[in-house]
């Protein structure tokens, strides 16, 4: 008779273990790349419908009241819903629209965790909270400002996202001169892409993204990158090496660029989420040159006020990188 080996009880049990540890270890990896990278696919192209709806939109200002009393507190204020009731819907398929006061009501969470979950902090409700010192300009050198310090509206897409609006209806037309980011910002976008579930988190389900221009809109959506480039650095040198802008963006990482003029604003307008807080007032280098005739100069934003303007290659400011 032939004999016929196989593996004992023991032995199966054994493996099955071993199987289940290294499953255990390797599962939640696996898990978080898979989300990680069906989110990214969700972003880009919750950015190009926005972009296509916004796209044809003959002008973002103007929607709605905003008045305020003699010491500056609102009185009437239907900016936010009212773009997103007369303006956005026309071009642009949504569920649900919830007013000031009730963005819960549109899977807006309470609570989100900054870029990288450095700190929990409290969702915005209005401009101010978004990032107040964009209202102020810069302390010594001007007041100007926005005046319209508006709350926040929400709705949900057919889409299951939930996307807060932040909107300033006194924005103006982009300018190629100097400027207040807020001038330009017209319409600033905050969404969670599964709701209220978590992890509620900038840069897994939780992004932005910014309109600029009152007519033929720019629409930015940037991933930045946690931390700003350690030191100051020029905006290039001939050989881009690792002591310039754009060298610094790839000494930290191949898939980092520096950000341009457009996608800086949208990343100064939403600097809380991103732990964009320094003490002092700093400048941060765009990759935009001011023009082709000037290409010797490049744009930048000063932080935390917001002031957009243009300086030579060779000064020296921060760096904080996107992805690619």
């Not at 930290?252 to 520096?258: A, K, Y």
């Amino acid at each position: 008779m032939k004999k016929f080996r196989g593996f004992t009880l023991a032995e199966v049990l054994i493996t099955l273990a071993i199987i289940g540890i290294v499953a255990a270890i390797t599962l939640p990896s696996l898990l978080v790349n898979v989300n990680e990278k069906a989110w990214d696919a969700q972003k880009k192209a919750l950015h190009a419908r926005l972009a296509q709806a916004i796209g044809q939109m003959n002008t973002l200002g103007g929607y709605g009241t905003f008045e305020t009393d003699e010491e500056g507190t609102a009185t009437e204020d239907t900016a936010a819903e009212s773009f997103i009731l007369d303006a956005l819907s026309k071009v642009y398929k949504i569920n649900n629209v919830c007013g000031p006061d009730k963005l819960s009501s549109c899977g807006v969470p309470s609570k989100i965790t900054t870029l990288g979950g450095e700190a929990e902090m409290t969702f915005p409700t209005k401009m101010s909270e978004l990032n107040g010192a964009l209202l102020t300009g810069t302390p010594g050198v001007s007041a100007e400002g926005i005046k319209a310090d508006t709350k926040a509206a929400a709705f949900e897409t057919i889409n299951g996202e939930s996307v807060a609006v932040f909107y300033n209806p006194q924005c103006m037309s982009d300018k190629s001169t100097s400027h207040y980011v807020l001038d330009v910002m017209c319409v600033n976008f905050v969404y969670d892409l599964n709701g209220a579930e978590g992890p509620n988190e900038v840069g897994k389900d939780v992004g932005f993204i910014t309109a600029l221009g009152n007519k033929n809109a720019v629409v930015a959506a940037p991933i930045p990158y946690g931390v700003d480039y350690e030191g100051v650095v020029p905006q290039y040198t001939n050989d881009a090496s690792g002591d310039d802008a754009v060298g610094a963006c790839k000494k930290m990482g191949e898939d980092l660029r520096l950000p341009n003029r457009d996608e800086l604003a949208s990343m100064v307008t939403n600097a809380p989420f991103i732990n964009m807080d320094k003490e002092s007032e700093v400048d941060y280098w765009s990759s935009s040159v001011i023009s082709k005739e000037n290409a010797g100069a490049a744009w930048r934003i000063d932080f935390p006020y917001g002031f957009r303007g243009g300086i030579y290659t060779d000064y020296k400011a921060h760096v904080r990188c996107v992805k690619k």
